[in-house]
């Protein structure tokens, strides 16, 4: 039997316990931050956080604001789920700048088709969201109709890789990647803005394996080419991509229905309501042009060819208005231009 001694002893050992547990959970709520905060504010690494990108600096955040307000027409709402900034910080930049949704500049008419990089924000799907969770913005741009300064597509380029070693490359969340098997995460990119418009970007994935894609916008076309360089130290096969056009944000274009879509490869349009205008698109390579209605979205999804170690691969496509009914002798006209070949 243990005396008076011993048992203070062990009730003094059972409060220490008690109170060093305590401690550590306060120690635990003060250093482990909130979900959803800004990268570079305390964020653990294993902590996700929002898919928004705050503006670098002053020269970024005044692009973003022109982009989101004059031309995407953001909500602040919309503006705030892009960059994380609450809405009277938006709300004072907007007036710094004098950046107003009715104060954007005339465009020149002869200038070529606008393209803007994607601020994300705003969901560039209507339908099947659950197909496109956190969609990312780095591989989607805006391409704006010629007749209507407020309508616009947003094409993904690439949505998805494909290869035989699985899912290799997916611009949203939906299905497992390769990489999200295995719990890496890849970082987030912005798209390089050049003065002629033109955009361009490249990744290299963990493995080795790189793309890139350049977007330059003429009076006539918007030309895209993508490459694909197999740093690996196999042979790389099955090199299926998928590129999207969402007409969500396209008057007239937006109707959850594939009657409105013609697919003839590697040629896939989307009519307007009253059947006089169109939007196409087509790749080099193609061998699926497709349609989901619910999204509304329509693809011509091209194949690169198999790739040894070290080869490197490029493929051409092209999106392009037509204001007309005669689709077939539009897709007559456009073979004629030898576009693969520009």
Not at 24 to 51: R, S, T
Not at 168 to 181: G, R, S, V
Not at 261 to 288: E, F, M
Request: charged fraction near 25%; proline fraction near 6%.
């Amino acid at each position: 039997m243990r005396n008076r001694n011993e048992e203070q002893e062990g009730s003094v050992r059972s409060l220490v316990k008690i109170l060093t547990g305590v401690l550590v959970v306060l120690v635990l709520c003060c250093i482990v931050p909130a979900v959803g905060g800004a990268p570079g504010e305390g964020q653990g690494k294993a902590v996700k956080v929002g898919n928004y990108r705050r503006p670098k600096n002053a020269k970024d955040l005044k692009y973003w604001l022109e982009n989101m307000v004059w031309y995407h027409r953001f909500t602040n709402k919309e503006i705030t789920a892009a960059t994380a900034w609450p809405e009277e910080k938006i709300e004072g930049a907007k007036q710094r700048y004098d950046i107003r949704v009715d104060n954007r500049p005339e465009r020149p008419a002869d200038s070529p088709i606008l393209v803007l990089a994607y601020p994300g924000g705003r969901h560039p799907r209507i339908g099947f969201l659950e197909g496109a969770i956190d969609p990312q913005r780095e591989t989607k741009f805006s391409v704006f109709t010629p007749w209507d300064v407020n309508s616009y597509v947003v094409v993904d380029v690439p949505e998805a890789i494909w290869s035989n070693l699985g899912l290799t490359y997916l611009a949203h969340t939906h299905i497992d990647t390769i990489w999200t098997m295995q719990g890496i995460e890849l970082e987030k990119l912005e798209w390089n803005r050049h003065t002629d418009g033109g955009l361009d970007i490249e990744r290299r994935l963990p493995n080795g394996i790189s793309f890139g894609v350049k977007v330059r916008p003429t009076k006539e076309a918007v030309l895209m080419e993508m490459w694909l360089e197999n740093g690996t130290n196999e042979k790389l096969t099955d090199l299926r991509v998928q590129n999207c056009v969402m007409p969500k944000m396209a008057k007239g274009f937006e109707q959850q229905t594939n009657e409105n879509k013609v697919l003839t490869n590697p040629y896939a349009a989307c009519k307007s309501s009253d059947g006089k205008r169109w939007i196409i698109t087509a790749w080099q390579g193609c061998y699926n042009p497709w349609a989901n209605e619910q999204c509304p979205c329509f693809h011509s999804d091209p194949k690169f060819e198999d790739l040894a170690p070290g080869q490197k691969a490029t493929l051409k496509g092209r999106l392009w208005f037509y204001e007309g009914e005669d689709i077939e002798a539009e897709f007559a006209r456009i073979e004629a231009t030898d576009w693969r070949q520009d």
